[in-house]
């Protein structure tokens, strides 16, 4: 009989078989009906699942998820996709399944149909997923064997499953499915207990997609949709999108001149005009002084590397999939790097190693001593042997392997500990076009990164103070409403570096610092990076949205895998500890997040253009240009508006050009050696003399005051993530 531990301490006892939503009904009847999953050791799970079948622990650590927890949201949208699955399936034939997860504010599913799906379908749609919803048939979870896996996906002619089962689940021996009804869908879940649970949806759009996120594979049709537990968040949540559309970006630097994307240059690679380069100049100038002031220093490192660098770090192949191709001095170096891919893929055919060895010698390589007769894994060697012996370079993925070469570069004593070596370093990912998203998502970015190399003993400081410094940065732009992700690994998997002890080690230091903080965090399995765990700063707009924005990183494993040393306090050769940080993140990424958070109205100390003077008439210009000179005297950016125009234009072009203040001057104000102050925000501020309103801007500015942004105390966008509900 299971024993169940309930999160205030509380042991209860319950029969064999019970389930969550057992527990929930053994303490209230309100509290059964709110529950519509759990979580136990940290996964979130099934409320209708026995208990046993869940976690071998005695007790069993349970917390019951009701409608009021932003983790059962993710749990809803997707129940509410398959729903929406099953409608699409029962008003068209010939349905194909792809995967259909959770997003950050809703869910997708990806369907291979063909008829081509639009907004007009979506009303149809939608009322048959009513009808599903009205009948609150249940979720019923079941696992079979791999072998009947496959063959009931074929009898269910849902191909694309059946593929997936063979290749990406080849390592699983049982596949779990879930049932609603006459539909049937292979799903890891969790699930809600009946779709009654779902009492608010909408479908969102519709867009094109690629089985598995590959343009060489089939054409998918995405769904968008999302959900809620109540009418009111639903409603509220659409008031907040059509307010985000209003604030794109995109839309936003086109209008005011801030960034331009040119397919002449290539896609996802940014302009920076003059306007938008100035908010980037502000905010590095502003960190730089920043780190001066905490013992940084600048460093900058060259946008290519050699390969063999990346290779030493991790990044290359760990990140392959992510990275522009190699660059090769030999011209048969991108020829063999495919020839690799296909051997480690095992689709190498007799006919196409031919041909690679004909075009090769073709190329000035040749292979006599190739090893034909011999294993994929020793081709590979061979061909790797041949590609150290040739330059090969990576346009830069990461600025960390670089500065590592920098601190290896001289001896380094206990004495000289910390080190921290900061740049704004540009770096580069092959993003998908489809993916790519104006500044938000991009090719090239620039990081404003940093690396602190530190005895084991100066850790827990130095974190603390990267931490204190995320903290200062976002407060200067008004960002105070975050919470922090302590981002583990997950255990068990391969696709991390370094030993289990290192990451042992290193989780508990991050753990006991952020504890020391007093800043709230929740620890999320299988974020972490490749070389160790991170704490990121999740930030809350003005508008509800949630934005991964400053990320600090500890990481033991970069040092060993570079044996870098420095002498201690004994002589001996120790290995220090690396701090990643970057408070900004990326630069694009940043900004593109301040334009939609400010909607491009920046506070005076950002503003591309601080200030404009309005002369009344043309016979007011010279006193406009005494102005301005003394304004820029005092280091602000003021223009004068030199338009043949009446006042009222003049200042509605101002206001529509989100100009803070606005200096309306005409022959009066000269007699008395001053102007007439106009804020963006408040109004006409009425006369003041010349060194009163700088002053008065001044204070403003060198304060780095936040005046007004309009906030919105929705909070949906916060529920769910991609790993809430999982397809397989």
């Known amino acids: 009989m299971p024993h169940v531990q309930l999160p205030d301490g509380t042991v209860k006892e319950f029969p064999a078989g019970a389930t969550a939503l057992d ?296 990140y392959r999939d992510s990275q522009f191709p190699p660059l090769f001095g030999h011209p048969a170096g991108q020829l063999v790097d495919h020839w690799k891919q296909q051997l480690a893929e095992d689709s190498l055919s007799e006919k196409a190693e031919q041909d690679f060895l004909a075009a090769a010698a073709d190329l000035g390589a040749k292979f006599d001593d190739y090893p034909k007769t011999g294993s994929a894994d020793e081709k590979q060697a061979y061909l790797h042997k041949w590609e150290r012996q040739q330059e090969r370079y990576l346009v830069k993925p990461m600025n960390c392997p670089h500065h590592v070469q920098m601190f290896k570069a001289q001896p380094r004593s206990y004495r000289d500990l910390p080190v921290r070596l900061a740049e704004f370093g540009t770096v580069y990912r092959h993003e998908q076009s489809g993916e790519l998203n104006g500044m938000l998502r991009v090719r090239g970015l620039t990081q404003d990164d940093a690396h602190l190399f530190c005895t084991p003993e100066q850790v827990e400081q130095e974190f603390k103070d990267t931490l204190d410094l995320v903290k200062y940065v976002l407060k200067s732009v008004g960002l105070e409403d975050y919470r922090v992700q302590l981002s583990l690994r997950e255990r068990d998997s391969d696709k991390y570096v370094g030993s289990p002890e290192l990451w042992d080690k290193a989780e508990g230091t991050l753990r006991s610092v952020l504890q020391d903080s007093g800043l709230e965090f929740s620890e999320c399995e299988g974020e972490a990076a490749f070389y160790g765990p991170k704490a990121d700063f999740m930030v809350r707009d003005a508008i509800g949205r949630e934005w991964q924005l400053g990320t600090v990183q500890l990481d033991y494993n970069l040092p060993e895998r570079f044996q870098l040393e420095y002498v201690g306090a004994d002589n001996a050769p120790h290995r220090p500890v690396m701090i990643h940080r970057a408070p900004f993140g990326s630069m694009e990424r940043f900004v593109g997040m301040l334009i939609e958070h400010f909607a491009a109205a920046f506070p005076l100390w950002l503003a591309p253009e601080q200030v404009r003077i309005l002369g009344l008439n043309d016979d007011m210009l010279p006193y406009c240009e005494e102005i301005q000179q003394t304004f820029r005297n005092a280091g602000f950016r003021v223009s004068i508006d030199r338009q043949s125009a009446n006042v009222k234009k003049k200042i509605r072009d101002a206001q529509l050009d989100l100009v803070p203040y606005m200096l309306v001057v005409g022959a009066k104000d000269q007699e008395k050696g001053g102007v007439s102050v106009r804020d963006r925000i408040e109004g006409d501020l009425g006369f003041m003399t010349t060194d009163e309103a700088v002053r008065k801007l001044s204070e403003e500015r060198d304060n780095r005051e936040i005046r007004q942004v309009i906030k919105s105390s929705f909070a949906g966008f916060a529920g769910g993530s991609d790993d809430e509900g999982h397809e397989y």
């Open 23 to 318: 527990v929930a009904a053994s303490i209230g009847e309100r509290l059964a009906k709110a529950t519509v999953a759990a979580q136990i050791d940290g996964q979130i799970v099934d409320a209708t699942r026995p208990l046993e079948e869940l976690s071998d622990a005695n007790p069993i650590p349970l917390r019951l998820l009701t409608t009021r927890d932003a983790e059962a949201l993710g749990v809803l949208r997707h129940s509410c996709a398959h729903v929406m699955a099953r409608a699409v399936m029962r008003l068209y034939d010939g349905v194909g399944l792809a995967f259909g997860p959770t997003t950050g504010n809703g869910f997708y599913y990806d369907f291979d149909l063909e008829h081509p799906i639009s907004e007009e379908d979506f009303p149809r749609i939608e009322a048959e997923m009513e009808a599903i919803i009205k009948e609150e048939e249940p979720f019923e979870r079941f696992s079979l064997p791999r072998d009947e896996a496959i063959k009931l996906v074929r009898d269910l002619n849902q191909e694309l499953k059946s593929e997936h089962i063979e290749t990406g689940l080849a390592e699983h021996p049982t596949l779990s499915f879930y049932r609603q009804g006459e539909f049937v869908d292979l799903c890891r879940g969790p699930h809600i207990p009946n779709a009654g649970r779902i009492k608010a949806f909408k479908l969102i759009s519709v867009a094109g997609s690629y089985w598995k996120g590959d343009s060489s594979n089939k054409q998918l049709q995405r769904l968008y949709g999302t959900a809620f537990f109540d009418k009111k968040d639903m409603k509220a949540y659409l008031e907040q999108v059509e307010e985000a559309k209003r604030r794109d970006h995109r839309v936003l630097g086109k209008q005011h001149g801030l960034f331009t994307i040119a397919n002449e240059v290539g896609q996802g690679l940014c302009l920076w005009l003059p306007k938008g380069a100035t908010v980037r100049a502000l905010l590095e100038e502003f960190i730089k002084e920043e780190l001066l002031r905490r013992g940084y220093e600048p460093v900058y490192s060259p946008h290519i590397g050699r390969v063999e660098l990346y290779e030493t770090s991790g990044h290359f192949p760990y």
